[in-house]
């Protein structure tokens, strides 16, 4: 499950679909066996990385591209970018994914912030 990230009791946002655990469970183990590491506080290693691809130039067409579906949001138009964060084998991942519209309803289903 996804939470809020506050100081308050963290409360679920949004119960990941099949596809995402999935995308998201195959990312941390490929991660895990050869990303460096960031650590903002002692004893926290944390790895940051996109979704499905590699590191992609801000902007780009890759960078704009949905990680479900592989359909690509022009500037302008809506692309929804989101976050997930987990801790495994003593490290904390920050995974970020964007989609399309489509694909964020799928996701999300009961947002009523999404287009």
């Given at each position: ?17 099949a596809w995402l655990r ?94």
């Open positions: 499950m996804v939470t809020t990230a506050s100081k308050e009791p963290a409360r679920v946002i949004f119960e990941p679909s999935a995308a998201f469970r195959r990312r941390v183990i490929g991660l895990s066996r050869r990303h460096a590491t960031v650590s903002p506080l002692p004893g926290t290693p944390v790895v940051v990385a996109y979704l499905t691809h590699g590191d992609v130039e801000p902007g780009s067409r890759e960078d704009r591209t949905c990680d479900r579906c592989r359909s690509y949001c022009p500037p302008g138009a809506d692309y929804c970018v989101s976050m997930i964060v987990a801790d495994y084998w003593e490290r904390r991942y920050h995974i970020v994914f964007g989609l399309c519209p489509a694909c964020a309803r799928l996701e999300h289903p009961n947002d009523v912030r999404l287009p």
